[in-house]
């Protein structure tokens, strides 16, 4: 299962991130291991989408480390990883065009990232879209640009934030019709959801936060079946606590 | 009614072409404003840009300062770039004072303030949408810029219309610089301030109409190309 040219597993320790003297981030230890599909679950305002941000490295840790399994350099680590972000930023351009900018921006060549680009949207069905003004996509073809612009760059490790809220039953599943296939193709992701059934059937790792800190991080069936903590319990039952 | 009829068949004679120079003197106004404004835009959408993502000490001084600047007078501008100028002053050697070239510098300082101002304030609202993308794809702040400047597009055509506003109506600084010479360095608006000292409204008046007819022909244009742009290119 080790794959010796991975920068993965990722291991996070003594991650914590304060603001005002308010502990938003309470880490001890989490591990991204190689080609898993980890899920991120918490109550809003848990701390998610900071954990991946911060993962990301968008925002700098107050303090503890981040570390990949090879020594990577920081620019290295950027490239081979992306994000997709809950809103996804759509550039005021065609939908081609976001493809290129990105590729442009990861350093690629000109011929080459009309390519990638041509071949990204034809794998995820974007090829009829290729010259629409991107911001006028319904939300579910947004967000399927914003994971194939992701995916287009060749990631490792690819973080998703949210990436099926306010979308459709339809939408969704099309989403998830590409997690899978990025899956399959060894990519390693790391997602936020508030959708406990996309959690059950996707997941092969769970982390759940509460209040900031990561209470749990467990297999994802021992997770469903029976979790650890009283937070996660009540959390799977619908019950409401703060 | 008889006064009202005045200032049209003044037009209409000065059109058709026993003005004199009239054309000549709305082909100068145009090259002088339209290099001016083409000027400023060249260098003040990326100065503008790099003082919304840039941070460096003394940076919210020099925000404060340009907005003030954006309400410069235009007759001390004239001062003082008169003064840079003249023969005694330090640039008095180029002999530019009382040429096209001093209207072109004199309205570039004009508007070269409006256009940093207002893109920078365009750029920073751009920013705060596009930083999260921007910082995961590994581009800087600075390597952003030529990303955020064209996707700001249709609002920094709205900001070189502001600038050609001011350009185009603005007298104080070129009647200073220019010297207001017939033939060589007379525009539209010094045509009309000489016009109505002489006490020759009509002329004035007719001037008025043209000046802004033509304001409005550029505006229209540009304000058409920008949304038909706009729609092509999605919201904005």
């Given at each position: 299962m080790r794959d010796t040219t991975s920068m993965l597993p990722l291991i996070v320790r003594d991650l914590r991130l304060e603001m005002d003297g308010r502990i938003l981030l309470d880490v001890p230890l989490a591990r991204i291991q190689n080609r898993q599909r980890n899920v991120i679950l918490g109550p809003n305002g848990a701390g998610k989408s900071l954990f991946l941000k911060t993962c990301h490295g968008l925002i700098p840790p107050t303090s503890g480390r981040i570390e990949y399994t090879l020594p990577v350099s920081t620019a290295e680590v950027r490239r081979k990883q992306a994000m997709v972000f809950q809103k996804p930023v759509m550039l005021r351009r065609s939908v081609r065009a976001?493809?290129?900018?990105?590729?442009?921006?990861?350093?690629?060549?000109w011929y080459e990232r009309r390519r990638i680009a041509d071949e990204t949207m034809a794998q995820f069905g974007l090829s009829g879209l290729a010259d629409s003004p991107a911001r006028v996509l319904s939300g579910g073809e947004q967000q399927r640009l914003a994971i194939a612009r992701a995916a287009s760059l060749g990631p490792d490790l690819l973080f998703l934030d949210e990436p099926t809220s306010s979308l459709d039953p339809t939408a969704s599943r099309q989403i998830e019709d590409m997690l899978d296939v990025l899956h399959e193709r060894g990519v390693t992701l790391v997602l936020t959801t508030h959708d406990l059934g996309l959690a059950r059937r996707f997941a092969d790792v769970i982390f759940f936060f509460?209040?900031?800190?990561?209470?749990?991080?467990?297999?994802?069936?021992?997770?469903?079946t029976q979790p650890e903590t009283e937070e996660a319990k009540a959390f799977l039952e619908h019950r409401l606590f703060w | 009614?008889?006064?009202?009829?005045i200032p049209i068949s003044s037009i209409l004679s000065l059109l058709t072409g026993d003005g004199g120079n009239f054309l000549g003197i709305i082909l100068l106004s145009l090259q002088v404003t339209i290099t001016a404004v083409t000027c400023a835009g060249l260098v003040g959408l990326p100065l503008g840009a790099g003082l919304a993502l840039v941070r460096f000490p003394g940076r919210t001084v020099i925000i404060v300062l340009v907005n003030t600047m954006m309400g410069f007078p235009p007759v001390v501008a004239g001062l003082a770039i008169f003064l840079l100028l003249s023969r005694s002053g330090p640039l008095g050697d180029l002999g530019l004072l009382f040429t096209p070239k001093?209207?072109?510098?004199?309205?570039?300082?004009?508007?070269?303030?409006?256009?940093?101002?207002l893109t920078r304030q365009t750029i920073e609202d751009l920013w705060t949408e596009y930083q999260d993308h921007m910082t995961s794809l590994g581009a800087g702040r600075l390597r952003s810029i030529?990303?955020?400047?064209?996707?700001?597009r249709f609002s920094l055509v709205t900001t070189l219309l502001a600038g050609l506003g001011r350009a185009s109506a603005e007298v104080g600084a070129i009647l200073i610089v220019g010297g207001n010479i017939a033939g060589f360095t007379r525009t539209m608006t010094t045509s009309i301030a000489l016009e109505t000292s002489k006490g020759d409204l009509p002329l004035a008046m007719a001037l008025g109409v043209v000046l802004m007819s033509l304001t409005l022909i550029i505006n229209s244009l540009a304000f058409g190309i920008s949304r038909v742009g706009a729609r092509f290119s999605g919201k904005s």
């Open positions: 976001n493809f290129t900018h990105a590729l442009a921006m990861a350093g690629v060549g509460h209040n900031g800190r990561l209470i749990e991080e467990s297999d994802a069936e021992r997770f469903f | 009614m008889q006064q009202d009829a001093a209207m072109m510098i004199a309205q570039f300082v004009l508007v070269l303030p409006i256009i940093v101002a030529p990303t955020l400047l064209w996707d700001a």
